[in-house]
Every structure is written in C-alpha cells, then in structure tokens.
C-alpha cells in the first residue's frame, strides 16, 4: 500500500477489494466499466490523441493506432483500461493504490504473449514526484469520485503530463438527476452498481474540474455528455452532462 495516503478513502480500497475476484467478469459488478470503455473510453482518446497529432489520421482505425505512445492509467485497479491500451500499442503505466487490484491486473495481462504493463500499487501523488512530464496521455476515469482530495489527485495527474499532452477524464455530475440516476437508480432499484458504490458527496462538476484545469495551465477543456441506457445495457455519448460526462483537456506547452 502507498505511503502517502492523504487522498485514499480506506473504505472505497475496502470496498474495491471486494470487487478484485470479480473484476474481469463482464456480466459482474462493474459491467457498467465492461461497457463504458469501448462505448466511452477508446473513443475519446482515439479522437483526442488524434487531435493531439500524435495519432496519424491514417492510423486511426488501425489495431496498433496508439503505438509509442506514453500513457499514466490513474486508478487502473484490475487493468480494464490499460490492457486494451497496452493492445493498441500504448507504453502504459497503471497506478492504483488498492493492492487486491494491482494483484489482479498482473495476473490477468498473462493471458497475453509479451504484453507489458507496468502495474504499480501507489497513489499518484507519491507517483509524480519522480515523473513529472513523463506522459503524452493521462487517464482519469472514474477517479473523482472515489477519492478524499480531486483537486489534489487531478494536480499530480498533470503533473505527470508532457506539454503538450492530454489528459482524459469520466466521473459523475455532482446534480439531483447525478444521484437520481447514478446512485437511486443504477444502484438501489435496478442494481446494476453494487450498492454503496457511490457517494454523491464525492461527485464534482465538470465546472469545478475546469476551474482545477485551468489552475494547472491546462487548456482547450472540452466537455461531452454520456448517458447509460438501463434498458440497452450500453452506453453513447449525449449533449446533456447533467448524470455523468467525459472531458479532455491539454497541457500547455
């Protein structure tokens, strides 16, 4: 475990623990991520980094398009979102301070011939010390919500960011519909999301994480609306942000 734990929940490592024999399981308790990081997550990289210019236009639709490029996985628990990364071509780094999980996703990148992810059981706070402007991309996704100090946790993910690089992020609208839908709903009627999963004290705006961007010289803040259907199962990218929502942003040079 970490030692600088000042932005760790120790109940939400508690509770992620739990989730660690399970985490690979699309069907299982966080199938809402199974299904978020095609729908949501690839996408707003692909277009990003393209953006960026560090995806050739002709290598976007490729199976190796992010090939060479750096990138920071922050909270990358069981390896959801680096795996596919790595598999794409991404050099990745996964940093998450939930020991079950870290356990977990260098277990399961064995599955594949001479994939390499560097998994490392730490807080991204104690990470940035000795990588500052490493990477060309940082993710961010479905952190915000799950720890004592955004602002904090954001600061030493840029940190960790080239000039120049992007930083991606997902997390849930601090709204009434936020809790209606991602907590009332998703988790205590329908249970899609283990209940307990979310506290709606943790969700944060995306105005707030613009105000923190731009305070850590980020620029070109974009910010896109997603929506996940309960009856399709699945997710899709929408005008309204008032539930959950994806930004990217760029560090200045």
């Known amino acids: 475990m970490a030692a600088n734990k000042s932005s760790v929940i120790d109940s939400e490592v508690a509770m992620f623990s739990k989730f660690a024999a399970d985490w690979w399981n699309p069907n299982g308790m966080i199938h809402l991520l199974h299904t978020m990081i095609p729908a949501i ?9 393209t953006n960026a210019g560090l995806v050739k236009p002709q290598n976007k ?3 190796n398009m992010f090939e060479g490029i750096k990138v920071l996985d922050v909270g990358s628990g069981g390896g959801l979102m680096s795996e596919p990364l790595a598999l794409m071509g991404a050099q990745v780094t996964g940093v998450d301070p939930t020991e079950k999980l870290v356990e977990v996703a260098k277990e399961h990148v064995k599955i594949h011939e001479n994939l390499k992810i560097d998994y490392i059981c730490d807080t991204v706070e104690n990470h940035s010390i000795n990588n500052k402007e490493k990477y060309d991309a940082v993710t961010f996704f479905d952190v915000a ?17 080239k000039p120049g690089g992007r930083i991606f992020i997902t997390t849930w609208n601090k709204t009434f519909m936020g809790w209606f839908y991602g907590i009332f709903l998703l988790e205590w009627v329908f249970g899609i999301v283990p ?7 943790l969700f944060i705006s995306p105005e707030k994480i613009t105000e923190y961007l731009k305070e850590f010289n980020c620029k070109s803040i974009e910010v ?3 929506w996940y259907s309960i009856w399709k199962r699945s997710w899709s990218f929408t005008s309204y942000t008032g539930v959950f929502y994806a930004m990217q942003a760029v560090k200045e040079k």
């Open 41 to 49: 997550r690839i996408p707003l990289m692909k277009n990003g980094l």
């Open 61 to 63: 639709d490729k199976p």
């Open 145 to 161: 919500e799950h720890v004592a100090d955004v602002r904090q946790v954001l600061k030493a993910s840029v940190e960790c960011l």
């Open 195 to 201: 209940r307990g999963a979310h506290d709606i004290k």
């Open 224 to 226: 896109q609306g997603t």
